[in-house]
């Protein structure tokens, strides 16, 4: 499992409180990534890090801010939910060596903005 | 930009009834496609990587084959446990500099009837 854990694993919030979603790693990797998942959309990269204090954004960033104080743990923030978020996050870290390398998928969390 | 397209939908098929999936990609070149297995409530797990046109990768019953254009995920003798959505991802030449991000399709349900 790449030993990653995300926390909540569930939680349902409301309109316009802010949600913060953490992912934890195990193994110093230095890529790691944040997803949602949504139907009919398959996953799409909200935002990423290279490294501590190092991110950038993904295709569906808006609404979100991330940061990395320490190279295990990646925050994702939502400073005031909205429906369109109620979703489910993946993170994801990258692992590999050379010009090789896959990216592999914490548990998820599942969010419900009502 | 990238495309990832994954037929069928979803497909069921009778235990030892061998099929296969589909993804079909656009992408100014490629640099990786992966194969990712999903049960329901979890996150993705990886499957195989294939970089270039003609490689073949096999695991127990499943076999991904690439072309220029298109990669195939074999299933022989499908068993139940094999019943899962089946995610197919693609990394473009040149992404590198900007998280080696993956653009994923939609996925395939698989059901496999006893």
């Known amino acids: 499992d790449a030993g990653i854990t995300q926390s909540p694993r569930h939680k349902v919030t409301e309109t316009g409180t802010p949600v913060t979603l953490r992912c934890h790693q195990t193994e110093n990797h230095r890529y790691m990534y944040w997803y949602r998942q949504d139907p009919g959309h398959g996953l799409r990269l909200i935002h990423y890090?290279?490294?501590?204090?190092?991110?950038d954004k993904g295709e569906v960033s808006d609404g979100y801010s991330v940061s990395r104080s320490k190279t295990e743990d990646f925050l994702l923030t939502l400073e005031s939910a909205t429906s369109s978020q109620t979703s489910v996050y993946f993170c994801?870290?990258?692992?590999?060596?050379?010009?090789?390398?896959?990216?592999?998928f914490g548990p998820g969390t599942r969010l419900t903005v009502t | 930009e990238d495309q990832v397209t994954q037929s069928p939908e979803a497909l069921r098929l009778q235990e030892g009834e061998s099929s296969s999936l589909n993804c079909s990609y656009t992408?100014?070149?490629?640099?990786?496609l992966f194969w990712y297995r999903q049960d329901p409530g979890k996150g993705p797990e990886f499957l195989f990587t294939l970089y270039s046109a003609g490689e073949e990768k096999e695991k127990e019953r499943l076999k991904a084959t690439l072309t220029k254009k298109e990669s195939f995920l074999h299933i022989t003798a499908p068993k139940p446990e094999d019943s899962a959505t089946y995610l197919c991802a693609v990394q473009e030449i040149g992404t590198e500099t900007s998280g080696s991000r993956l653009t994923f399709g939609e996925g395939t349900q698989l059901t496999v009837n006893p």
């Open positions: 994801a870290i990258r692992a590999g060596q050379g010009a090789r390398y896959e990216q592999y």
């Open positions: 890090s290279y490294g501590v204090k190092d991110t």
């Open positions: 992408v100014s070149g490629l640099r990786g």
